[in-house]
C-alpha cells in the first residue's frame, strides 16, 4: 500500500511538473488590414493588353469595353499591331470606326471560358471554342425533347466557333498557324494568346 502511494504521489508531482513549466506562445495581436495575394502570372486582361495596343484600343472603340474590367472567364486571341496594321486597322481607322463594327471584330475573338496553352497541347486535333460573335436569324437546335411538335423544340442562336490548335510553339486556329504559344499569359480572368493574324470578319 506504501508502494503504491509513493507512485502515485510520484506520478502527481511529475504531472504538476509538466504543467506548471507549459510555456504559451506569445502572439502578438494583429494589426492593419490584411493583404491580399496577387499571382504576378496571373495579371488582369487590360494590362496583358497593353502589350497589343490596337487591339486594347479596338475594344474600347466598341461596345464590349468591359471585357478589360470583367471577371467571366474568357480566352482573348489578340492580333499583334503588325497584324492588325496588316490587316487595315491601324489607330486612325480604329478611331473612325463605328462602334458595331468594332463589335464583330471585337467578339470573333473572344472565346468563352479559360483555355490554357497546356490544354490546347493536351489535346488531339483542333479543340472547338465557341465565340461572343453571334449570327444574326440564325439558330440550331440545342436538345431535343423526344415529341415533333414544333413547341417542344428548343432553338439556340448560332455563335460562331473557333478552332484553335496548340502544336511545339505553335498556335493554330482555324486550320491556320496563327501566333507564338511561347507569348500566351494566363490573365487574372481567363487566357490571352497574341495572334499574328486578324480573323476574317464573317460575310452576313
Known sequence: MKTYIQYWFTALMLLALITGCKKDEYIPPPEGEKIPYEDPSHQPVAEILTNTPLFRKLIEQSNMDSLLTTKIPLTILAPSDAAMQ?????????????????????ALHVVRNTI???????????????????????????YYYG????????????????????????????????????????????????????????VD
Do not use: C, H
Open 86 to 106: 496588316a490587316a487595315g486597322y491601324t489607330e486612325t481607322a480604329i478611331a473612325d470606326m463605328a462602334a458595331l463594327d468594332a463589335d464583330t471584330i471585337v
Open 116 to 142: 490554357t496553352k497546356d490544354e490546347l497541347l493536351r489535346v488531339t486535333g483542333n479543340l472547338e471554342t465557341v465565340s461572343l460573335l453571334k449570327k444574326k436569324g440564325l439558330y440550331v437546335r440545342s
Open 147 to 202: 415529341s415533333d411538335q414544333p413547341n417542344n423544340i428548343s432553338r439556340d442562336a448560332f455563335w460562331y466557333r473557333q478552332m484553335l490548335k496548340g502544336l511545339g510553339d505553335k498556335l493554330w486556329v482555324n486550320g491556320v498557324p496563327s501566333g507564338d504559344l511561347n507569348k500566351a499569359k494566363p490573365a487574372e480572368y481567363g487566357y490571352v494568346y497574341v495572334l499574328d493574324k486578324v480573323q476574317a470578319r464573317p
